[in-house]
């Protein structure tokens, strides 16, 4: 019975590796049609397709089902009209979470939001309930290696960041929100490589959270981001490295 457990166990680990692979794609595929959509199927001309696609290429996804997804953006194939959408909530504690997203149904993603929240001890509220407490930024994340602090200051912050912050094994650039695709382009020019950029909201400050209120708001972050319909979650909670540990 040995050998079939762990069967088992591999199969359902593939399963739900697998089952995250497949959101990410459904979300991936949303953003490139919206950016078509929104911006034209040039992305020479559109930097959020062109961001978009280089997103969808990081995570294998195949040419075709890229081109496909433009050319739903650009009406060439027809498709659902998706729409951006942002949703403001609060969770235990007091505290505040912005949702983003693309939606073809607006009834039915903010009933299926509103049950999440509930859940999991907040509430889905109007607008204005969380957007004051949060700034709109631009965030880019590079590999510790591929850039050095000197190289930061010269090129990034000399294209208009507004400051670097040492994440351990990354770089996280901050970018005023129309400075984003200038800086993104003077780190390509200067051949320094990019993990990850977006137009982001982050938080004014930081609730510090423990306990059950950090395991229910976790659940809460995890459980949003993995429905289909959102792209990014953001939140003013902070847990600590120990508090985290605990939970894990």
Not at 37 to 55: H, V
Not at 171 to 190: C, I, M, N, R
């Amino acid at each position: 019975m040995s050998g079939h457990s762990k069967w088992a166990t591999i199969k359902h680990k593939k399963g739900a590796v697998d089952a995250k692979r497949g959101k990410l794609f459904t979300k991936l595929i949303k953003e490139l049609t919206v950016a078509a959509r929104l911006g034209g199927g040039d992305p020479s001309g559109n930097a959020r397709l062109r961001k978009a696609i280089a997103d969808a290429k990081a995570q294998s996804m195949p040419g075709d089902t890229i081109k496909n997804a433009v050319k739903r953006g650009t009406g060439e194939i027809e498709a659902p009209a998706y729409e951006e959408v942002v949703y403001e909530g609060t969770g235990p504690g007091g505290t505040l979470f912005l949702v983003e997203g693309q939606t073809d149904n607006r009834n039915r993603t903010v009933a299926e939001l509103r049950k999440i929240f509930e859940r999991h001890n907040g509430v889905l509220g109007a607008a204005g309930t969380a957007a004051w407490a949060f700034e709109r930024k631009g965030i880019i994340q590079l590999d510790k290696p591929v850039a050095t602090e000197d190289q930061l200051m010269e090129v990034a912050v000399g294209a208009g960041a507004d400051d670097y912050t040492d994440e351990g094994e990354l770089w996280s650039l901050t970018t005023p929100p129309d400075a984003l695709s200038t800086v993104l382009d003077a780190l390509e020019a200067a051949k320094i490589p990019t993990k990850h950029s977006q137009l982001a909201f982050l938080p004014k400050t930081k609730k510090p959270v423990s306990g059950r209120d950090a395991e229910v708001l976790l659940n809460l972050a995890d459980t949003l981001d993995d429905h289909d319909d959102v792209a990014y979650v953001y939140a003013d909670f902070d847990i600590s490295d120990e508090e985290m540990a605990k939970l894990a």
